[in-house]
């Protein structure tokens, strides 16, 4: 299925790994042409030089902490002319924290989304439409006191999204997002061996937690970042306002 994404300027947050990576990937494949945000520089240039390579593609890189309002704001510049804002950047801990660790985690997931969406919002606004892609997660819907900071951040930009997403076609423009559950991801793979050397003594017993998952293993980050892509492209050109739950059935009751 061709979505009609080539040509299109895509901006990712985020790219460096995992579920960024992988949308990366994924829109380059399309013959998007990428614009990469992160806090890892290294990373971020090797994977546009790879897919500038393997895909004739234009790709460039942004050095950016979203924390930052001085970054926001140059990145929102770099991206005056683009047709899709992926928002993926977070890395929100896990337990009961502090104010001053719960005040950091929410800087970067929840109000990084937010003040990018509000400058490129209204540059796509002014070129006409465009489209918006926020990442969230499943934790937002099914709640979960051991990543409670987690759970109310993603909670929060899931009303954010249907809010914006519930008025955006009046501007031409679409905001959906997705809500992943496990996702095989570096990160994924920390947070269990950590679980496990807790539980168990021994870290590489860490894939005995996935287990019990659906189909016995997490989601591919490659599954998420199509769906990004098609979420992008004038095939869902109807879409607005909504999220999509990709977890395997457990948010609607896998046992």
Same mark, same amino acid.
């Given at each position: 299925?061709d979505?009609?994404?080539?040509g299109?300027?895509?901006l990712?947050?985020?790219?460096?790994?995992?579920?960024?990576?992988?949308?990366?990937?994924?829109f380059?494949?399309?013959?998007a042409?990428?614009?990469? =945000?992160?806090r890892?520089?290294?990373? /971020?240039?090797?994977?546009?030089?790879?897919?500038? =390579?393997?895909?004739? #593609?234009?790709?460039t890189?942004?050095?950016?902490?979203? !924390?930052?309002?001085e970054?926001?704001a140059r990145?929102a510049?770099?991206?005056?002319?683009?047709?899709? /804002?992926v928002?993926? =950047?977070?890395?929100?801990?896990?337990?009961?924290?502090?104010?001053?660790? &719960?005040?950091?985690?929410?800087?970067?997931?929840v109000?990084?989304?937010i003040?990018?969406?509000r400058?490129i919002y209204?540059?796509?606004?002014?070129?006409?439409?465009?489209?918006i892609?926020?990442?969230?997660?499943a934790?937002?819907? %099914?709640?979960?006191?051991?990543?409670?900071?987690?759970?109310?951040?993603?909670?929060?930009?899931?009303?954010?999204?249907?809010?914006?997403?519930?008025?955006?076609l =009046?501007?031409? #423009?679409?905001?959906?997002? #997705?809500? +992943?559950?496990?996702?095989?991801?570096? !990160?994924?793979?920390?947070?269990?061996?950590t !679980?496990?050397?807790?539980?168990?003594?021994?870290?590489?017993?860490?894939?005995?937690?996935? %287990?019990?998952? +659906?189909?016995?293993? +997490?989601?591919?980050?490659?599954?998420?970042?199509d769906?990004?892509?098609?979420?992008?492209?004038?095939r869902?050109?109807?879409?607005?306002?909504?999220?999509?739950?990709?977890?395997g059935?457990?948010?609607?009751? &896998?046992?």
């Amino acid at each position: 299925m061709d979505l009609h994404l080539r040509g299109k300027r895509v901006l990712i947050t985020g790219a460096s790994k995992g579920i960024g990576a992988a949308a990366a990937e994924a829109f380059a494949e399309e013959g998007a042409h990428l614009l990469l =945000a992160a806090r890892s520089g290294d990373q /971020l240039k090797a994977l546009a030089d790879r897919l500038r =390579a393997a895909h004739q #593609i234009d790709a460039t890189t942004s050095i950016v902490d979203l !924390r930052k309002e001085e970054d926001v704001a140059r990145l929102a510049k770099e991206a005056a002319h683009i047709d899709v /804002l992926v928002n993926n =950047a977070g890395d929100i801990p896990g337990g009961s924290i502090d104010e001053a660790a &719960w005040r950091h985690a929410w800087e970067l997931k929840v109000f990084g989304y937010i003040n990018l969406t509000r400058h490129i919002y209204a540059q796509m606004k002014a070129k006409g439409g465009g489209v918006i892609v926020n990442d969230i997660g499943a934790a937002g819907e %099914k709640f979960d006191a051991n990543y409670i900071c987690g759970s109310a951040g993603n909670a929060a930009l899931m009303a954010f999204t249907r809010a914006l997403g519930g008025k955006s076609l =009046a501007d031409n #423009i679409r905001v959906v997002g #997705i809500n +992943p559950g496990p996702v095989g991801t570096d !990160r994924h793979v920390t947070l269990l061996k950590t !679980r496990a050397k807790h539980q168990f003594g021994d870290e590489s017993r860490y894939k005995e937690f996935q %287990k019990s998952l +659906p189909l016995g293993r +997490p989601a591919h980050a490659r599954e998420i970042g199509d769906l990004m892509a098609f979420l992008a492209s004038d095939r869902a050109g109807y879409t607005s306002g909504v999220i999509y739950t990709v977890d395997g059935g457990i948010s609607a009751g &896998w046992s």
